[in-house]
Protein backbone atom coordinates (compact mmCIF):
# COMPACT_ATOMS: atom_id res chain seq x y z
CA UNK A 1 0.00 0.00 0.00
CA UNK A 2 1.55 3.41 -1.15
CA UNK A 3 1.85 5.75 2.10
CA UNK A 4 3.85 8.48 0.42
CA UNK A 5 4.32 10.46 -2.84
CA UNK A 6 6.89 12.27 -4.06
CA UNK A 7 6.73 14.76 -6.89
CA UNK A 8 9.88 16.63 -8.96
CA UNK A 9 8.80 20.01 -9.96
CA UNK A 10 9.83 21.28 -13.06
CA UNK A 11 8.68 19.07 -15.45
CA UNK A 12 7.03 16.74 -13.30
CA UNK A 13 4.53 18.82 -11.41
CA UNK A 14 5.04 21.92 -13.04
CA UNK A 15 5.12 22.34 -17.09
CA UNK A 16 8.00 24.23 -18.82
CA UNK A 17 5.56 25.37 -21.55
CA UNK A 18 2.70 26.90 -18.78
CA UNK A 19 4.85 27.00 -15.88
CA UNK A 20 1.59 26.12 -13.81
CA UNK A 21 0.44 22.77 -12.81
CA UNK A 22 -2.38 20.93 -14.02
CA UNK A 23 -5.58 20.76 -13.44
CA UNK A 24 -5.47 16.99 -13.35
CA UNK A 25 -2.23 16.90 -11.33
CA UNK A 26 -4.50 19.21 -8.87
CA UNK A 27 -7.13 16.84 -8.64
CA UNK A 28 -4.48 13.79 -8.27
CA UNK A 29 -3.22 15.86 -4.99
CA UNK A 30 -6.59 16.33 -3.72
CA UNK A 31 -7.51 13.01 -3.98
CA UNK A 32 -4.22 11.36 -2.48
CA UNK A 33 -4.95 13.78 0.58
CA UNK A 34 -8.77 12.57 0.77
CA UNK A 35 -7.04 8.61 0.95
CA UNK A 36 -4.86 9.89 3.81
CA UNK A 37 -1.19 9.56 1.28
CA UNK A 38 1.07 11.94 2.20
CA UNK A 39 2.48 13.87 -0.22
CA UNK A 40 6.41 15.29 -0.62
CA UNK A 41 8.21 17.68 -3.12
CA UNK A 42 11.31 16.24 -4.13
CA UNK A 43 13.01 18.86 -5.88
CA UNK A 44 16.07 20.78 -7.27
CA UNK A 45 15.36 24.40 -6.27
CA UNK A 46 15.39 25.41 -2.81
CA UNK A 47 12.67 25.93 -0.70
CA UNK A 48 12.27 29.80 -0.89
CA UNK A 49 12.41 29.65 -4.40
CA UNK A 50 9.36 26.84 -4.77
CA UNK A 51 7.31 29.73 -6.09
CA UNK A 52 5.02 27.84 -8.88
CA UNK A 53 2.72 25.40 -6.83
CA UNK A 54 -0.27 27.93 -6.12
CA UNK A 55 -2.02 27.19 -3.02
CA UNK A 56 -0.93 23.81 -3.00
CA UNK A 57 0.46 22.02 0.76
CA UNK A 58 2.60 19.23 0.84
CA UNK A 59 3.58 17.03 3.86
CA UNK A 60 7.49 17.83 3.42
CA UNK A 61 10.15 19.60 1.09
CA UNK A 62 13.33 17.52 -0.49
CA UNK A 63 14.87 20.55 -1.53
CA UNK A 64 18.71 21.23 -3.23
CA UNK A 65 18.08 17.57 -4.71
CA UNK A 66 17.98 16.13 -1.38
CA UNK A 67 20.57 18.20 0.80
CA UNK A 68 18.14 20.70 2.48
CA UNK A 69 14.85 18.75 3.51
CA UNK A 70 11.79 20.24 6.02
CA UNK A 71 8.43 19.44 7.12
CA UNK A 72 6.79 22.12 6.81
CA UNK A 73 9.44 25.11 8.06
CA UNK A 74 11.28 23.17 10.06
CA UNK A 75 14.32 21.49 8.61
CA UNK A 76 15.37 18.25 9.07
CA UNK A 77 18.72 17.85 7.27
CA UNK A 78 20.79 19.83 5.64
CA UNK A 79 24.55 18.88 3.98
CA UNK A 80 26.17 21.52 2.29
CA UNK A 81 29.41 20.91 -0.47
CA UNK A 82 32.83 20.65 1.38
CA UNK A 83 35.48 24.05 1.90
CA UNK A 84 37.77 22.40 -0.61
CA UNK A 85 35.48 21.97 -3.28
CA UNK A 86 34.61 25.61 -3.37
CA UNK A 87 38.32 26.37 -2.92
CA UNK A 88 39.29 23.80 -5.82
CA UNK A 89 36.11 26.19 -7.94
CA UNK A 90 37.85 29.23 -6.99
CA UNK A 91 41.48 28.24 -8.50
CA UNK A 92 40.12 27.22 -11.58
CA UNK A 93 37.82 29.94 -12.26
CA UNK A 94 40.99 32.68 -11.57
CA UNK A 95 43.34 31.00 -13.25
CA UNK A 96 42.22 28.48 -15.88
CA UNK A 97 38.48 29.25 -17.32
CA UNK A 98 36.12 31.13 -16.69
CA UNK A 99 32.13 29.72 -17.20
CA UNK A 100 28.50 30.67 -16.05
CA UNK A 101 28.76 29.01 -12.18
CA UNK A 102 25.78 29.53 -9.97
CA UNK A 103 25.70 28.72 -6.30
CA UNK A 104 22.28 27.48 -4.09
CA UNK A 105 22.15 28.63 -0.50
CA UNK A 106 19.22 28.83 1.44
CA UNK A 107 19.11 32.61 0.85
CA UNK A 108 18.98 32.16 -2.53
CA UNK A 109 20.73 31.25 -5.99
CA UNK A 110 23.57 33.42 -6.84
CA UNK A 111 25.52 33.24 -10.12
CA UNK A 112 28.85 35.49 -11.42
CA UNK A 113 27.85 36.46 -14.68
CA UNK A 114 24.92 36.22 -16.82
CA UNK A 115 24.64 35.12 -20.68
CA UNK A 116 22.03 34.55 -22.65
CA UNK A 117 21.69 30.34 -21.88
CA UNK A 118 21.33 31.33 -18.81
CA UNK A 119 18.85 34.08 -19.32
CA UNK A 120 16.94 31.32 -21.42
CA UNK A 121 16.81 28.89 -18.22
CA UNK A 122 15.89 31.42 -16.02
CA UNK A 123 13.12 32.28 -18.05
CA UNK A 124 12.03 28.00 -18.88
CA UNK A 125 11.60 27.74 -15.06
CA UNK A 126 10.27 31.16 -14.42
CA UNK A 127 12.98 31.64 -11.98
CA UNK A 128 15.84 35.31 -11.77
CA UNK A 129 19.49 34.40 -11.29
CA UNK A 130 20.91 37.42 -9.90
CA UNK A 131 24.74 38.19 -10.54
CA UNK A 132 27.19 39.23 -7.95
CA UNK A 133 29.96 41.70 -7.56
CA UNK A 134 33.13 39.99 -6.09
CA UNK A 135 31.76 36.48 -6.73
CA UNK A 136 35.10 35.30 -5.52
CA UNK A 137 34.74 37.21 -2.18
CA UNK A 138 31.32 36.15 -2.13
CA UNK A 139 31.89 32.62 -2.49
CA UNK A 140 34.31 32.64 0.50
CA UNK A 141 32.34 34.74 2.46
CA UNK A 142 29.23 31.82 2.23
CA UNK A 143 31.68 28.68 2.48
CA UNK A 144 29.69 26.96 4.91
CA UNK A 145 26.41 27.59 3.15
CA UNK A 146 26.64 26.26 -0.49
CA UNK A 147 23.96 23.41 -0.95
CA UNK A 148 24.77 23.36 -4.87
CA UNK A 149 26.74 24.50 -7.88
CA UNK A 150 25.30 25.02 -11.18
CA UNK A 151 27.93 24.46 -13.82
CA UNK A 152 26.86 26.49 -17.32
CA UNK A 153 29.15 23.82 -19.75
CA UNK A 154 28.59 20.77 -22.37
CA UNK A 155 29.17 17.57 -20.81
CA UNK A 156 32.37 16.98 -21.86
CA UNK A 157 33.82 19.92 -19.89
CA UNK A 158 31.65 18.71 -16.83
CA UNK A 159 33.10 15.21 -16.89
CA UNK A 160 36.76 17.41 -17.22
CA UNK A 161 35.24 19.54 -14.25
CA UNK A 162 34.09 16.60 -12.34
CA UNK A 163 37.31 14.56 -12.92
CA UNK A 164 39.86 17.58 -11.90
CA UNK A 165 37.77 19.87 -9.34
CA UNK A 166 35.29 18.11 -7.74
CA UNK A 167 36.92 14.70 -6.57
CA UNK A 168 33.82 14.39 -3.73
CA UNK A 169 30.97 15.75 -5.66
CA UNK A 170 28.97 14.19 -8.57
CA UNK A 171 26.98 15.31 -11.02
CA UNK A 172 23.34 15.49 -12.72
CA UNK A 173 21.41 17.00 -15.36
CA UNK A 174 18.32 17.59 -15.94
CA UNK A 175 18.57 20.38 -18.46
CA UNK A 176 20.92 20.53 -21.55
CA UNK A 177 22.31 24.44 -20.58
CA UNK A 178 23.94 23.30 -17.44
CA UNK A 179 24.41 19.88 -14.71
CA UNK A 180 23.84 20.10 -10.82
CA UNK A 181 26.72 19.52 -8.87
CA UNK A 182 26.37 18.05 -5.13
CA UNK A 183 28.45 15.95 -2.46
CA UNK A 184 28.50 12.59 -3.75
CA UNK A 185 26.76 9.93 -1.89
CA UNK A 186 23.67 12.44 -1.64
CA UNK A 187 20.84 12.98 -4.10
CA UNK A 188 16.92 12.69 -3.66
CA UNK A 189 16.67 9.42 -2.18
CA UNK A 190 18.76 10.38 0.63
CA UNK A 191 15.88 13.30 1.04
CA UNK A 192 13.34 10.28 0.60
CA UNK A 193 14.86 8.22 3.56
CA UNK A 194 14.96 11.31 6.11
CA UNK A 195 11.23 11.85 5.13
CA UNK A 196 10.18 8.70 6.17
CA UNK A 197 11.83 8.29 8.81
CA UNK A 198 10.03 10.88 10.34
CA UNK A 199 7.07 9.46 9.41
CA UNK A 200 7.29 6.13 9.87
CA UNK A 201 7.04 4.89 7.02
CA UNK A 202 8.54 2.24 4.99
CA UNK A 203 10.34 2.23 1.41
CA UNK A 204 8.55 -0.50 0.17
CA UNK A 205 5.28 2.25 0.71
CA UNK A 206 6.31 4.90 -1.51
CA UNK A 207 6.38 6.33 -5.13
CA UNK A 208 7.94 8.82 -6.92
CA UNK A 209 7.94 10.64 -10.23
CA UNK A 210 10.69 12.63 -11.94
CA UNK A 211 12.04 13.32 -15.49
CA UNK A 212 15.49 14.78 -15.06
CA UNK A 213 19.03 13.00 -14.41
CA UNK A 214 18.47 14.44 -10.77
CA UNK A 215 15.87 12.21 -10.27
CA UNK A 216 17.13 9.03 -10.86
CA UNK A 217 18.61 7.95 -7.59
CA UNK A 218 15.04 8.48 -6.31
CA UNK A 219 13.07 6.55 -8.92
CA UNK A 220 15.13 3.94 -8.43
CA UNK A 221 15.15 3.84 -4.47
CA UNK A 222 11.06 4.32 -4.23
CA UNK A 223 8.75 1.20 -4.23
CA UNK A 224 6.97 2.72 -8.11
CA UNK A 225 9.60 4.63 -9.99
CA UNK A 226 7.38 6.76 -12.45
CA UNK A 227 8.97 8.60 -15.37
CA UNK A 228 7.05 11.19 -17.06
CA UNK A 229 7.14 11.07 -20.82
CA UNK A 230 8.85 14.01 -21.06
CA UNK A 231 11.71 12.30 -19.30
CA UNK A 232 15.37 12.17 -20.17
CA UNK A 233 16.26 8.68 -21.67
CA UNK A 234 18.07 7.76 -18.83
CA UNK A 235 15.37 8.09 -16.44
CA UNK A 236 12.88 6.48 -18.35
CA UNK A 237 15.47 3.56 -18.32
CA UNK A 238 15.11 3.09 -14.41
CA UNK A 239 11.91 3.54 -13.82
CA UNK A 240 9.20 1.24 -12.98
CA UNK A 241 6.51 2.51 -15.65
CA UNK A 242 6.65 5.54 -17.94
CA UNK A 243 3.65 7.59 -18.13
CA UNK A 244 2.34 10.64 -20.44
CA UNK A 245 3.93 13.59 -20.11
CA UNK A 246 3.40 16.58 -17.96
CA UNK A 247 0.74 18.59 -20.25
CA UNK A 248 -1.04 15.42 -20.43
CA UNK A 249 -2.10 14.28 -17.58
CA UNK A 250 0.93 11.99 -16.52
CA UNK A 251 0.65 12.08 -12.82
CA UNK A 252 -3.43 12.00 -13.06
CA UNK A 253 -2.76 8.78 -15.16
CA UNK A 254 0.01 7.27 -13.99
CA UNK A 255 -1.69 6.95 -10.40
CA UNK A 256 -4.65 5.57 -11.98
CA UNK A 257 -3.12 2.78 -13.55
CA UNK A 258 -1.86 1.37 -10.24
CA UNK A 259 -4.88 1.96 -8.63
CA UNK A 260 -4.03 4.75 -6.21
CA UNK A 261 -6.72 6.80 -6.97
Known sequence: MIKAVFFDIDGTLVSFNTHKVSDSSKE???????KG??????????????????????DGYITANGFDCYIGEKSIYRHSIAREEIYSLID???????FPCSIMMNSGIFINYVTKEVEEVSKSINLPIPAVDNYYEFLEQNIDDILQINLFV???KEKELMKNIFKNCESSRWHPAFTDVNTKGGGKHIGIDK?????????S???????????????????????MGNANK??????????DDVDNDGIYNALKHFNIL
Do not use: C, P, W
Open 195 to 203: IIEHYKIDI
Open 234 to 243: EVKLVADYIT
Open 37 to 58: IKIFIATGRIKKHINNLDNLEF
Open 28 to 34: AIRQLKD
Open 154 to 156: DEK
Open 205 to 227: ETMAFGDGGNDITMIEHSAIGVA
Open 92 to 98: YLKNKEK
